[in-house]
């Protein structure tokens, strides 16, 4: 009951978050690099950020049944995805939610770190590890494998001259 929960703004306060909102900001998605509370100032442009669930689930990971139920609300923030924009999948449980809301086949669109999947209309799926303390700790996911993966995403918005929305 800390971060998200506890702030309204998903990844705030979280450990997570630390790398989230750093690069976010190095690509100019974020006001600051770091958010402690809702009214801490922190501002997204041109950048949303929902969860594949809206529920706090046991251990932190949502069951299959749990994803079902909330799919229809990330359905609903991703219909809003303008032409040329970005979805930035963090970890294989979002990937494959995302892909179930954008009514895409999982078997053409597997997961792997820093992969793109065209989702339409000129609307790009990036993959990445779920930038969480167990990533970081391990260097499954490092800083600049993070890094890279926001880049690809800025650039797709930027090349496809999207200035609102990824």
Known sequence: MHGANASGRPFTGDFAGLL?????HAHGFSSQPHGASSDDGLVLHDCRIT???KCLPPDNRPSPAEMRACNGYLAADLAR???GGAVLALGRLA?????RALAQRPAAHPFAHGARHPIG?????????????YNTSTRRLTPAMFESVV???AGHVRDAGRTDGT
């Open 151 to 153: 880049a690809a995403a």
């Open 95 to 99: 990937h494959s939610a995302a892909l």
């Open 81 to 83: 995805l303008p032409a």
């Open 51 to 53: 969860n594949a669930v």
């Open 20 to 24: 989230l909102y750093a690069t976010l």
């Open 121 to 133: 209309r000129g609307r790009v799926l990036f993959d990445s590890y779920h930038c969480s303390r």
